[in-house]
């Protein structure tokens, strides 16, 4: 797995290196992002998972207010005890929620098992900003999701069903403090072999924008539970944005669990290349 995580990471630095050579575009209408994320848990079991994700997304601005984002993953774990994910690495011109909480199958779901990897569930995004922010208002921005069942559920990359879901989400700035909330409801498919549930998912935070370069911010995210059986979700992260260019940008992150069936600990990169 380490000689894996170093080849992925040597590919995310070759994208980097691309994307800052690329001319500029006047007006950018799309983005394109690659990352690398880890995390690690027992997530209710007696045996830790290793797991790791390396997203391609897509995103399509056809005008201000409108966006469509496609995420393409390839997923690694180091055994099957952890059966999803939730959410998806989710950018944007404004924030970048990036999901990387796993589902742990502490109801005696899965078992230990040999190392597995391959492409991960596909999803669609789409997101309209209803209202924008204003003087005292923030940004009102509504969004759904749909979640195809391309991971192999037999080495337990995925559920092996179709999810969908809504959220509204929240901007606001204070002069340099940008502050955001975002809550939605998950509905997920039905499945003979894991007591799937619908939930309900959140996240929040609040970032200062030292430079114009450059964003550090702190959040919470979480979850009621998605699986009968195992606790809700919960953990905290520390993000860095850093716009290297006008086209290229640069995330990162640390997270800590706060619940068990959330990862002990992960970390990410992502580069973006928006024109």
Not at 104 to 112: A, L
Request: with cysteine; proline share 5%.
């Amino acid at each position: 797995m380490i000689k894996m995580f170093r080849r992925a990471l040597c590919i995310l630095g070759l994208f980097s290196l691309f994307v800052t050579g690329v001319a500029y575009a006047d007006q950018p209408h799309y983005s394109l992002g690659l990352g690398l994320e880890f995390s690690t848990g027992k997530y209710g079991t007696d045996t830790r998972t290793n797991a790791v994700f390396v997203p391609l997304s897509v995103a399509v601005f056809p005008n201000d207010r409108l966006d469509f984002f496609l995420e393409l993953p390839f997923v690694y774990q180091s055994n099957n005890n952890v059966v999803s994910r939730l959410g998806g690495s989710m950018h944007n011109s404004q924030t970048s929620t990036g999901s990387t909480t796993m589902m742990g199958s502490g109801s005696g779901m899965g078992g230990g098992g040999m190392g597995e990897g391959g492409i991960g569930d596909i999803t669609l995004k789409a997101g309209y900003v209803m209202f924008p922010e204003g003087d005292k208002l923030p940004q009102i921005r509504p969004n759904v999701f749909v979640k195809f069942p391309t991971a192999d559920k037999n080495k337990s990359l995925g559920t092996g069903e179709f999810d969908g879901g809504v959220a509204v989400a929240f901007w606001k700035w204070f002069e340099k403090w940008g502050t955001f909330a975002e809550a939605g409801y998950a509905i997920q498919g039905k499945s003979s072999s894991i007591p799937l549930k619908n939930y309900l998912y959140y996240s929040t935070g609040v970032g200062y924008q030292v430079s114009d370069s450059f964003r550090p911010m702190l959040i919470l995210k979480g979850s009621t539970e998605p699986v009968a059986g195992i606790d809700p979700l919960l953990e905290a992260r520390v993000k860095l944005r850093y716009q290297a260019s006008k086209q290229v940008g640069i995330e990162g992150y640390l997270a800590k669990g706060i619940t068990k069936s959330s990862p002990d600990v992960g970390t990410g990169i992502a580069v973006y290349y928006d024109f």
